[in-house]
């Protein structure tokens, strides 16, 4: 029953399956019924006429009558006729609640029928309506809204009725016992005169508060703000507020406005979608994550234990977990009944938990999932609903019956049927047992040639322009760049840094991260960076200063003055080759930047051994030199004393 019109915020692959279904389907409108009442379905059909059947006790079928249809033969197909709204009279959305029906026409005006004895019909009169002859048609009046208010969306719970209107305000009329009108007040609106119209207030929600979204179930009403926070208020005796807190909002002096507090869902989370159950609530943020808070008596809150959230101590928040839903999985739609909650994933397929005494889970059997650990994740498995089949929405039941509108336009229900809900021509109970759901499970016979009108938002004027998800996510990325959304969601890092990086620039991210310095250029860093001072300081220097100088001066001036001719001729090749060749290349190509200092040592030991070896070649050879000229000069003068002694000259 009580599915919000999402505020999608959805994989661009999904918006393109839709964009192809309107391609084959022009019928394919924008936006999901709320189409399963308590005992009762309404659906939107492609030319714009509603059919109901199932429980029709206070004529919410809108047939003039009180008889069921739908649980027995000849009762649907072409025998269904369609609900008379009145000349002209053509709708754009319909709010099933617990025993009513209100729709929006395309005029922008609303029309409800069924149960009214808390005003929520709008009528300004305690009545039913529809249950008896005269009553629909032209008979049925338009609810009076006010001066100038247009609805967007129209959502009923148990006993009251809420609108969100083009302006982002919300309207509420009916059953107020728990403050679920949020007009601070117990008091019913529309149940009598002057209660409609411009004497309905709108609901205070607090300063600069724009309604983007609504839903309502059961005995309390959330809406999601332009800043994608959410607000609760009516009854709140299961926490299903998620304020904390059993105090009801809504029916006292100064509990809404700026005084009702913001749900917290924990640090940077944002609600894009939320969905009313009869006594829980639950929310998908814009990143696909789901939280739900309220009653959780039979695990519908999908947590794996039966414990109730959001009316304690450290209930909210980042306290609330994350729904685990199978790995890597995100939630792209969601609703909540009675006590069971259903999703369809990213991959499209649906998975639902909580209570199955019918089968409404749609697992063939009647044990419920979510109440005990192992139940939930990758132990939770997709419900069968047919070889090829692509579900485009889910739809949970106040009571315990479940809908999918699939790839071809069909509408398969499962769950209870009691009162011909399930519209398959019987009352047997279908997806408590096996064999029931899958291929075995048909879509219901609406009538020849009939097609259901599937809606994936509100009528487009206000809710995608004025809301933040439709707009940002679903619109803007696939128009603006149609393969965004599964770019920067599920692959964003692998697509934009490993491979935007390598595929605009190979060797870029590489290069500019792991290995800058050795990629961007080889030779260059080694130089500038390792080997820059080994190279330019230590070896340069040992080059420059110690090599330079013991070459400039000690070798040669010992070169040039002494040892010029053996310098020149057998020192000339030691000194080219030897000294050359280690310069040029041990001391110019050291590639070991850890043995400059072994190099340079090595080279003055090698300078230091050549002058030595030099200056004690130099002491010889002067020796030598000194020794053969004395010898020369004793001779000489040995010959001259002889010739003396010859000539007779030498005095004894």
Not at 71 to 97: F, K, R
Not at 520 to 537: E, I, L
């Amino acid at each position: 029953m009580n599915r919000m019109y999402p505020i999608w915020s959805i994989k661009a692959l999904y918006l393109g399956v839709i964009a192809l279904l309107w391609l084959v389907h022009p019928s394919f409108q924008a936006c999901v019924d709320d189409m399963i009442g308590g005992g009762h379905i309404c659906s939107t059909l492609d030319t714009n006429e509603i059919k109901c059947w199932g429980y029709n006790n206070r004529g919410q079928l809108g047939y003039g009558d009180t008889d069921k249809r739908g649980d027995g033969a000849n009762e649907m197909s072409d025998y269904l006729p369609e609900v008379n709204l009145g000349t002209g009279v053509l709708v754009s959305q319909i709010a099933a609640g617990d025993e009513l029906n209100c729709v929006i026409t395309l005029t922008s005006q609303v029309k409800c029928w069924g149960e009214g004895d808390r005003g929520q019909l709008g009528l300004g009169e305690i009545s039913y309506i529809g249950n008896a002859a005269g009553e629909m048609g032209d008979y049925l009046s338009f609810v009076n809204l006010g001066t100038g208010v247009d609805p967007n969306l129209i959502f009923s719970g148990v006993y009251h009725t809420c609108l969100q209107t083009t302006i982002n305000k919300v309207k509420c009329w009916g059953d107020s016992e728990y403050g679920q009108l949020g007009l601070e007040s117990t008091q019913d609106k529309g149940d009598e005169p002057n209660e409609m119209g411009n004497y309905l207030p709108y609901v205070d929600l607090g300063s600069g508060i724009n309604v983007t979204s609504i839903s309502v179930c059961g005995f309390h009403s959330c809406i999601i703000s332009g800043t994608n926070s959410v607000k609760c208020w009516g009854r709140s005796n299961q926490g299903q507020l998620g304020l904390e807190n059993l105090a009801n909002k809504g029916d006292g002096f100064n509990e809404m406005g700026d005084n009702l507090d913001v749900v917290n869902l924990g640090t940077g989370l944002l609600a894009s979608q939320i969905v009313a159950g009869r006594f829980q609530s639950c929310i998908v943020t814009s990143l696909g994550l789901m939280k739900c808070w309220g009653n959780n008596s039979v695990g519908q809150l999908g947590y794996g234990d039966t414990d109730d959230r959001g009316g304690g101590s450290n209930d909210m928040g980042n306290y609330l977990p994350i729904i685990s839903l199978g790995s890597g999985r995100n939630v792209n739609d969601l609703c909540s009944g009675g006590y069971h909650t259903c999703v369809i994933l990213d991959n499209f397929n649906v998975k639902c938990f909580g209570y199955n005494n019918y089968g409404q889970l749609g697992y063939g059997d009647t044990n419920d999932r979510g109440d005990l650990a192992n139940e939930m994740g990758d132990y939770l498995p997709y419900v069968n609903l047919g070889s090829g089949k692509i579900v485009f929405d889910i739809l949970c039941g106040d009571e315990s019956t479940s809908c999918a509108i699939l790839n071809d336009l069909s509408l398969k229900c499962w769950g209870e049927n009691l009162d011909g809900q399930l519209g398959n021509g019987n009352t047997g109970t279908v997806g408590n047992s096996p064999n029931e759901m899958g291929d075995y499970l048909s879509g219901i016979n609406l009538g020849s040639g009939v097609e259901i009108a599937s809606c994936f938002d509100s009528p487009p004027t206000t809710s995608p322009t004025g809301s933040y998800s439709p707009t940002y996510d679903p619109t803007y990325d696939p128009s603006y760049d149609p393969t965004f959304d599964p770019t920067y969601d599920p692959t964003y890092d692998p697509t934009y840094d490993p491979t935007y990086d390598p595929t605009y620039d190979p060797t870029f991210d590489p290069t500019y991260d792991p290995t800058f310095d050795p990629t961007y250029d080889p030779t260059y860093d080694p130089t500038f960076d390792p080997t820059y001072d080994p190279t330019f300081d230590p070896t340069f220097d040992p080059t420059f200063d110690p090599t330079y100088d013991p070459t400039y001066d000690p070798t040669f001036d010992p070169t040039f003055d002494p040892t010029y001719d053996p310098t020149y001729d057998p020192t000339f090749d030691p000194t080219y080759d030897p000294t050359y060749d280690p310069t040029f290349d041990p001391t110019f190509t050291p590639k070991n930047p850890a043995s400059n200092d072994d190099n340079l040592q090595a080279t003055i030991d090698s300078v230091g051994g050549e002058i030595v070896v030099g200056v004690i070649g130099f002491i010889i050879v002067g020796a030598l030199g000194g020794l053969f000229y004395w010898s020369l000069k004793r001779s000489q003068a040995k010959r001259n004393s002889e010739e003396e002694i010859e000539d007779g000259n030498i005095q004894l």
